[in-house]
């Protein structure tokens, strides 16, 4: 989890600070364990107690932490007072103990979490899989096809069809179901193709072209040779 900085939500912080009484002086011991808690990332569990603008209050050790609305969740948060009662599962991103300022993030969970669901999506799929996906957006180059539980692939404007495609937005509409196979996976990245799909049909045989169909039995005798000629 990327650690988040004071300089991202300073101001919300001096705003929920400013009726708290800075002479309070807490357990120095408790910040050991914030500092540990942070660098471990250490899940706890917290309740909401409080609103504020920019986010919420919640105590951590009975002291008290300030969550940004901004960590609340990975989703836009329109309404903070939904969050008002509610027990969420939160990490220590920012712990100053001559401040005596805590930060907390639900954020940061919610993108450990999805970050552990796509990867194992990601272990599943496997080169020469058939998936079915939907067009999430279309480039110049091709488009990005949206295989589900926050995994894409691209397919490249050469492999959407055997004829040839100089513009994908003219062949695929965002939001269509289409059928790909997956030709490459490196670094995270996944390569599909619908032209492969197509030439999974087998080509005909040349030698199919003509029927020679035989007549008689053939004979490689002197007798059969000499059958049809007639010596004076």
Not at 70 to 94: A, C, H, M, P, R
Not at 149 to 166: A, C, E, P, T, Y
């Amino acid at each position: 989890m990327a650690e988040e900085t004071m300089k991202d939500f300073e101001k919300e912080l001096e705003e929920s600070y400013k009726t708290m009484d800075t002479k309070e002086d807490p357990d120095a011991g408790k910040w050991d364990v914030f500092e540990k808690m942070l660098a471990e990332k250490t899940v706890a569990k917290v309740k909401i107690t409080e609103v504020v603008k920019g986010g919420c209050i919640a105590f951590l050790e009975e002291v008290r932490a300030f969550i940004p609305a901004s960590q609340l969740s990975t989703q836009y948060v329109e309404n903070l007072d939904e969050f008002l009662g509610k027990s969420l599962e939160v990490v220590v991103i920012t712990s100053e103990p001559a401040k005596k300022k805590l930060v907390l993030s639900h954020r940061a969970i919610e993108k450990e979490e999805a970050k552990k669901e796509r990867q194992a999506k990601l272990d599943s799929v496997k080169v020469g899989d058939i998936l079915e996906g939907k067009v999430d957006s279309i480039k110049d180059y091709g488009a990005f096809i949206d295989l589900g539980d926050g995994i894409s692939g691209l397919l490249h404007v050469s492999q959407i069809s055997n004829q040839r495609v100089k513009n994908p937005a003219a062949v695929l509409k965002e939001g269509e179901t289409v059928k790909v196979k997956v030709t490459g996976i490196k670094d995270g990245k996944i390569s599909l193709s619908k032209k492969a799909l197509e030439e999974n049909v087998e080509p005909k045989d040349p030698s199919k072209g003509f029927k020679y169909v035989e007549k008689g039995v053939a004979s490689t005798s002197l007798a059969g040779l000499l059958k049809d000629i007639k010596l004076d």
